[in-house]
């Protein structure tokens, strides 16, 4: 069974590497990559209502500093139905979380990321 505290908890630390990551390559402006790292941190905390949510508001909140409009408005669809939805499941797996794929759209997850949630979730206490 799906324990959503315990996932939190132990997906916690990755999500949390991914957006330092991501506020790192912002900060050389490097935009494009930080925005990959928050791809990433997305697809691995969505199950996550709180992790989810946050990555949404960084998402929001990189749109601000690159003043794309598009993106700041489709963040604010995301970040009410991550709030909302997240709780009861209803996450399109994979999905990387951006304005630019649709919010109900699964993907497949890098290998990478996906040993990660997997171990997350057999670390379930």
Not at 38 to 65: D, F, I, P, Y
Not at 69 to 84: M, N, P, V, W
Not at 86 to 94: D, E, I, S
Request: glycine share 8%; hydrophobic share 40%; net charge positive.
């Amino acid at each position: 069974m799906f324990k959503a505290k315990s996932f939190t908890r132990n997906i916690r630390p990755y999500v949390e590497d991914e957006l330092a990551l991501a506020r790192n390559e912002q900060n050389y402006g490097n935009k494009a990559e930080a925005f990959a790292h928050l791809e990433n941190a997305h697809v691995l905390g969505q199950a996550s209502t709180r992790l989810h949510v946050k990555v949404h508001v960084q998402m929001l909140l990189w749109a601000v500093k690159q003043g794309n409009i598009g993106e700041f408005f489709g963040q604010l669809f995301r970040i009410a139905g991550a709030a909302t939805k997240t709780v009861f499941g209803l996450v399109p797996h994979g999905n990387t979380g951006g304005a630019n794929v649709s919010p109900f759209k699964a993907m497949p997850i890098k290998p990478d990321l996906n040993t990660i949630i997997k171990k997350a979730r057999s670390n379930e206490n």
